[in-house]
């Protein structure tokens, strides 16, 4: 532990529990901090050597709620961002969420979507119903189609 980690006081919430912003160092891949989903100020430092390590180790977890990528290319991050299994990726920023949006994680990070249009869809059972205006079968034109030469070669 680099710093943090040690409780604070919070003004205007006096008795909660609130733990100062704490950041790791030397922190691998394989440890449980890098793999577990810590909903907390904690941030783990994970050297890699390019970006291909990179997005390897992001994605070698067993949750995806979101990531963040940081570089002056903004071509390169959405190339990125396109490559991590994740529900949300900032690119130079962090934990923006607009209402607008969906929110949620692959893998087994949440479930489904938070916010936007998509929110409303585990409250929904879609279906699609077809109907063919059109009574006679033989005038239908996938059947003319797909049957025309089975009905010429019977006529033979």
């Known amino acids: 532990m680099v710093c943090g980690g040690h ?4 003004p205007g919430c006096e008795g909660g ?3 100062a912003p704490t950041i790791f160092s030397n922190v691998t891949n394989d440890m449980k901090i890098a793999q577990e989903e ?9 050297r890699y050597h390019d970006v291909e390590e990179a997005v390897a180790m992001a994605n070698d977890t067993i949750y995806g709620l979101a990531a963040g990528v940081w570089t002056r290319d903004v071509n ?15 690119i130079n920023d ?3 969420l ?6 949620g994680g ?4 949440g479930i489904g979507r938070e916010m936007g249009k998509y929110s409303l869809d585990a409250y929904t059972q879609l279906k699609h119903v077809h109907t063919s205006m059109v009574p006679e079968l033989e005038k239908r034109k996938w059947y003319q189609v797909l049957f025309s030469r089975l009905h010429a070669m019977m006529k033979k």
């Not at 810590?38 to 994970?46: A, E, H, K, Q």
């Not at 991050?77 to 396109?82: F, L, Q, S, T, V």
């Open 17 to 19: 529990h609130f733990v």
């Open 94 to 96: 962090w934990h923006m």
């Open 76 to 90: 390169k991050a959405y190339a990125i961002a396109g490559r991590l299994q994740a529900g949300v990726v900032w």
């Open 98 to 103: 607009r209402n607008d949006a969906p929110f």
């Open 106 to 109: 692959y893998k087994q990070s």
């Open 7 to 10: 409780e604070v006081e919070v």
């Open 38 to 46: 810590i909903f907390g100020p904690v941030l783990s430092i994970i």
